[in-house]
């Protein structure tokens, strides 16, 4: 028009950084978000014991006939997460003791009942509604609660 000129764009900015540290940066960061999940990937792995043990407790919880399967659910976890040679021998109170250390609250009666269930499977439909209630919420105790060693 009048003897005007349009002004040139400026060239695009570039997004790539301008020194060497902001790839370093980026290089850390990557890495470090790699090495995190793949340790999160572990420990998710680590707990699949732990995921089965709640689904079978469930079921059990479900059914009473099913109550004669509870001590071979908490002798299977606990070799899942303790060395084979502090549980394999234990049994009775000792079996107690030894669950209620790793964070169950099972009461000395129990202990008897442990040992039987699993053996007698008339026992379990002569469980009073209270002691099998209190069963299932002391084992899942242990299976939330403990802190594995293996």
């Keep these: 028009m009048w003897g005007l000129r349009e002004l040139p764009r400026p060239e695009a900015i570039s997004w790539m950084p301008q020194t060497y540290g902001w790839g370093l940066v980026a290089l850390v960061l990557v890495l470090g ?5 793949l340790r999160g990937y572990r420990a998710w792995q680590h707990q699949a014991y732990r995921r089965v043990a709640e689904t079978d407790l469930s079921e059990i919880a479900r059914d009473n006939a099913r109550l004669v399967h509870l001590p071979a659910l908490l002798r299977r976890t606990a070799l899942a997460a303790f060395p084979r040679q502090e549980v ?3 049994h009775g109170s000792e079996w107690v003791d030894w669950l209620n250390q790793q964070g169950a609250s099972f009461l000395p009666d ?9 053996y007698d499977p008339q026992l379990a439909k002569q469980l009073e509604r209270e002691s099998t209630t209190r069963l299932i919420a002391s084992s899942r ?3 939330r609660s403990h802190r594995a060693r293996v």
């Design 88 to 90: 394999a021998n234990l």
């Design 110 to 118: 129990d202990a008897r009942w442990l040992d039987q269930l699993a």
């Design 141 to 143: 105790l242990f299976i």
């Design 33 to 37: 978000l790699t090495w995190m999940a």
